[in-house]
């Protein structure tokens, strides 16, 4: 059973800083490339990093490069998310995906 979950969420300061995990098992995670994405509220689903399944190559959305670093640990079966410099408007529920499958959500909330 493939299970894709995340943790680390919670609330910060604009600013602060929070780092997310995506533990996988049920598949071969170090075959497959892995994204994370966000869904704000009341807006669609929009993808933020991605990272190859060696952890050699990491892709961003615009909006995040510089603030957020994409990274993956194949021996534990986890991605992770570090966030600095967080905004406002990086409030958002934040899903790891990868191998088609998605994970259930960890909320980020940044206000002050």
């Known amino acids: 059973q493939v299970q894709l979950v995340e943790s680390g969420g919670g609330l910060a300061q604009p600013g602060g800083s929070l780092r997310l995990s995506c533990a996988a098992s049920g598949f071969t995670f170090s075959s497959y490339a892995m994204s994370w994405a966000r869904q704000a509220p009341g807006k669609g689903l929009e993808w933020v990093s991605g990272?190859?399944?060696?952890?050699?190559?990491?892709y961003y959305l615009d909006s995040v490069k510089g603030r957020f670093t994409i990274s993956r640990d194949n021996a534990k079966n986890t991605l992770y998310l570090q966030m600095n410099s967080l905004k406002p408007e990086d409030t958002a529920v934040y899903y790891c995906?990868?191998?088609?499958?998605w994970g259930q959500g960890t909320q980020v909330t940044v206000s002050s």
């Open positions: 990272i190859w399944s060696d952890g050699s190559d990491t």
């Open positions: 995906n990868g191998a088609g499958y």
